[in-house]
């Protein structure tokens, strides 16, 4: 990945971030007024939360890079993942703060996506707060993201998810 794709990855990733804030505020940018539900926020909060420390990590290894990064290598795929997992958890949180059906895709992508994540920053993780910050937050987005899919598979779409209900993530579907 050169240099001007990563800048244009991470400003494309930071206007996404603006962009789903304002919607999960009630200010659709694209239709003003139409607002959305308390529940669809704090639904989206987790996936905000972990696309900001992973846009942070992105800014980190950048710095680190310029600054000639003891292992240029791991800095980079570092770099990406922590990118690609920040512009997955915007997209999910769009769509989850328009009540789009696709929501539920969204989740498992980004349960998925944040698992990765949290994996390679576990390598930096001792190096870093940031990066440590950022691990600690995509293990909390992959839990919420494991329960809400779940929950949408199943039909429903309000209240907590299974995980913060405390019948565990990956308790088999009850009827």
């Not at 494309?12 to 971030?17: D, Q």
């Not at 990066?131 to 309000?158: D, F």
Request: hydrophobic share 30%; net charge negative; charged share 20%.
């Amino acid at each position: 990945m050169n240099r001007r794709h990563m800048m244009s990855s991470l400003g494309l990733g930071m206007a996404g971030l603006a962009i789903t804030e304002k919607a999960l505020a009630g200010q659709d940018p694209e239709h003003p007024g139409k607002p959305g539900t308390h529940a669809q926020h704090s639904q989206s909060r987790p996936m905000l939360d972990c696309a900001e420390e992973c846009a942070e990590t992105v800014k980190h290894c950048m710095i680190d890079l310029k600054q000639g990064a003891s292992d240029p290598s791991q800095t980079v795929t570092l770099l990406e993942t922590a990118s690609g997992c920040a512009e997955l958890c915007l997209i999910a949180a769009k769509l989850e703060a328009e009540g789009n059906p696709l929501a539920m895709i969204g989740h498992a992508a980004v349960a998925d996506a944040c698992k990765v994540c949290a994996e390679t920053c576990q390598k930096h993780a001792k190096d870093s707060e940031i990066v440590n910050r950022c691990m600690t937050a995509c293990q909390r987005c992959e839990e919420h993201c494991r329960g809400m899919s779940g929950r949408h598979a199943r039909g429903g779409r309000g209240g907590a998810s299974r995980t913060e209900s405390g019948s565990g993530g990956n308790a088999p579907n009850q009827p």
